[in-house]
């Protein structure tokens, strides 16, 4: 039975939210000590986060970064603040997607089940000891890695599936609409902002590795992985 951790401080939504889920056999818990968040997902281990921005203390974004110190598992902003910078703010931070109040408990299932299937699922599990080499830049799909020589850095599962699709077809271009299909679920729509977010991080994280400028823009097209790092070296 999968794990579902609500941080969320309206205590009427809190118990719909888990009548709703109860009923398709989620386990829920609730935060009650919100000066204690991440002790007490530390205590939980959920399989994924429903995380409202506006909460007493710290806001969503600060533990939404305390939970990426120490866990991938998937992360859902639920929120009445709609405004694009609010979401863009929570995908940069760490969030894998965010859900406009007042939402359909029908879309909410979809998101749930989406992520989970893409964080433990079929896909998860045939993962297995996968991995992709390019020039000295290896993608570690079943521990969420990137290398390159010494340099190691953590990947959430959107950035680790937007670097397999690019690396495995290097030098070519990566339609948006591929890229948009291959992360997410047909079943549930997704703004294509969302997309040039997650490819600003996966940027930065090559970045880390010393690797600039290596996925280009293909305008009116979509992207393409240069493996120019070699060159550089």
């Not at 118990?15 to 204690?36: C, M, P």
């Not at 890695?145 to 599936?161: V, Y």
């Not at 010393?210 to 120019?228: C, E, F, M, P």
Request: proline share 2%; charged share 30%; aromatic share 10%.
């Amino acid at each position: 039975m999968e794990k579902i951790f609500i941080v969320e401080d309206d205590l009427k939504l809190v118990s719909l939210l888990e009548d709703f889920l109860n009923k398709y056999e989620y386990e829920t818990y609730a935060v009650k000590d919100f000066d204690q968040v991440l002790s007490q997902f530390e205590q939980v281990h959920p399989h994924l986060v429903l995380m409202d921005v506006n909460l007493p203390k710290f806001d969503g974004y600060y533990w939404c970064r305390q939970v990426r110190n120490l866990s991938t598992c998937p992360i859902l902003f639920v929120s009445a603040r709609d405004a694009k910078m609010d979401q863009v703010m929570a995908l940069e931070n760490g969030a894998d997607d965010y859900i406009t109040k007042p939402f359909d408990y029908e879309i909410v299932l979809a998101k749930i089940k989406s992520q989970l299937r893409r964080a433990y699922g079929s896909y998860a599990l045939s993962q297995v000891e996968r991995k992709i080499e390019v020039q000295d830049l290896i993608l570690d799909i079943e521990r969420l890695e990137l290398l390159f020589g010494e340099q190691q850095i953590d990947l959430s599962h959107t950035e680790a599936r937007i670097l397999e699709e690019l690396m495995s077809k290097v030098d070519r271009v990566v339609s948006r609409e591929r890229l948009l299909e291959k992360i997410w679920d047909d079943e549930v729509f997704v703004d294509e902002n969302t997309l040039n977010v997650y490819i600003a991080r996966v940027r930065k994280k090559l970045a880390h590795l010393q690797i600039q400028d290596a996925i280009q823009t293909v305008r009116g097209k979509g992207y393409q992985l240069k493996a120019n790092w070699s060159e550089e070296s």
